[in-house]
T-cell receptor
Framework: EAQVTQNPRYLITVTGKKLTVTCSQN?????MSWYRQDPGLGLRQIYY???????DKGDVPEGYKVSRKEKRNFPLILESPSPNQTSLYFC???????????FGSGTRLTVV | GENVEQHPSTLSVQEGDSAVIKCTYS??????FPWYKQELGKGPQLIID?????GEKKDQRIAVTLNKTAKHFSLHITETQPEDSAVYFC???????????FGAGTRLFVKA
């Protein structure tokens, strides 16, 4: 089945403890992106990648890192999480520059 | 900065009626406009998209219209059904590239 897989689905962590949310797609898509979803704000783009080793900032990149060492994987790294990063996170991929996204099921992160 | 405004934030219709959701965008270089449907506990799912060289696109009960001069686009759902109840997001590409900005979402309720 063609899909984007995120892990974990739920995560509660403490301020300052480094964490990684994994994302993998099995559709050989070139483009991948991370979004966060907050009530009343819609989805805001954190980082995106247009190919292996090619990444760029979205609208809200502060406090996040990404890497794209392989085409299928695009992990999101929070080096020192803070409570304002409590949110619902989605990874997405697309086969072309202007093609619709396939989204993962989301990761609900709580930072206390 | 660039933004996408979406209205209304909540929409309630009777089963069988039509629903219309409107979005405006600020970046005149935007040329790709997807719409997503998000059901509870799931990631957004692409339902229809339109490119700037097209004024209207239809897929069964769903249609999207685009007015590039006015910088607005709309989603039309006809003969609504209870399973259409969800949150709908519009989005626009920025600068003709992969960076994408989403509207804040519209929660649609279809009453049986």
């Amino acid at each position: 089945e063609a899909q984007v897989t995120q892990n974990p689905r739920y995560l509660i962590t403490v301020t300052g403890k480094k964490l990684t949310v994994t994302c993998s797609q099995n559709m050989n898509h070139e483009y991948m992106s991370w979004y966060r979803q907050d009530p009343g704000l819609g989805l805001r783009q954190i980082y995106y990648s247009m190919n292996v080793e090619v990444t760029d900032k979205g609208d809200v990149p502060e406090g996040y890192k990404v890497s794209r060492k392989e085409k299928r994987n695009f992990p999101l790294i929070l080096e020192s999480p803070s409570p304002n990063q409590t949110s619902l996170y989605f990874c997405a991929s697309s086969p072309r520059l202007q093609g619709g996204y396939t989204f993962g099921s989301g990761t609900r992160l709580t930072v206390v | 900065g660039e933004n996408v405004e979406q209205h209304p934030s909540t929409l309630s219709v009777q089963e069988g009626d039509s629903a219309v959701i409107k979005c405006t965008y600020s970046d005149s270089a935007s040329n790709y406009f997807p719409w997503y449907k998000q059901e509870l506990g799931k990631g957004p799912q692409l339902i229809i998209d339109i490119r700037s060289n097209v004024g209207e696109k239809k897929d069964q009960r769903i249609a999207v219209t685009l007015n590039k001069t006015a910088k607005h686009f709309s989603l039309h759902i006809t003969e609504t059904q209870p399973e259409d109840s969800a949150v709908y997001f519009c989005a626009a590409s920025i600068g003709g590239g992969f960076k994408t900005i989403f509207g804040a979402g519209t929660r649609l309720f279809v009453k049986a």
